[in-house]
């Protein structure tokens, strides 16, 4: 990564920005700011954070906690994008490792701990390599034919996932 990156949560008045980068990433998907704005609203069940380079948010991730407020959560990294002219200098990866053990320490506050860590993603997606290399994740499945290609679904399972994020 040539220039330094901050991960942090989403702030009051970024939606759009964020919204803008989903319509880039996911051409195919509708309504982004629709679908940002309503994700965002759902705090702490859904928490975004977001990448600034020189000022400028260039990346987001969206992390999920499925099947209720539980123990022993199950987080899906339901969505991240990184703007295209930004791609390859390690923000995906920077994403991943420096929110998670946020998101780690805020589930600690109420009893909670990382159980595993879900993720869809299409087959095709490069991003695959990374998910295998920051969170473990293994393809568990694949979907045909989901949404616009084949699904797969990843799963890391680990008792200390945040904490070891944290310790990288």
């Known amino acids: 990564m040539s220039q330094a990156v ?18 880039v990433a996911f051409p195919r998907q509708q309504n982004s700011l629709l679908w940002v ?7 702490p069940r859904i928490r975004y954070f977001v ?19 539980r123990e022993e959560v199950v ?7 990184v703007l ?3 791609r390859g200098r390690g923000i995906a990866r920077a994403l991943i490792e420096q929110s998670l053990p946020q998101v780690a320490r805020e589930l600690e ?3 909670a701990r990382i159980k595993g860590v879900m993720v869809t993603t299409r087959t095709d997606n490069v991003a695959q390599r990374i998910y295998a290399s920051t969170l473990g994740a293994e393809t568990k499945a694949v ?11 990843m799963i890391a399972l680990s008792p200390d996932l945040g904490r070891r994020q944290g310790e990288r």
């Not at 948010?57 to 209720?68: A, D, F, L, N």
């Not at 987080?75 to 994008?81: P, S, V, Y």
């Not at 979907?143 to 679904?153: F, G, N, T, V």
Request: proline fraction near 4%; include cysteine.
């Open 75 to 81: 987080l899906e990294l339901e969505q991240m994008a």
């Open 51 to 69: 990448a600034v380079q020189v000022g400028k948010i260039v990346g987001y991730v969206q992390w999920t906690e499925k099947s209720g407020f």
């Open 37 to 43: 704005s309503c994700n965002a609203a759902a705090y």
């Open 143 to 153: 979907i045909p034919d989901l949404y616009s290609a084949d699904e797969a679904i």
């Open 6 to 23: 901050e991960i942090r949560p989403l702030a009051a008045g970024e939606v759009e920005h964020v919204a803008g980068i989903h319509q």
């Open 109 to 111: 506050k109420r009893g």
């Open 84 to 86: 295209p002219e930004n």
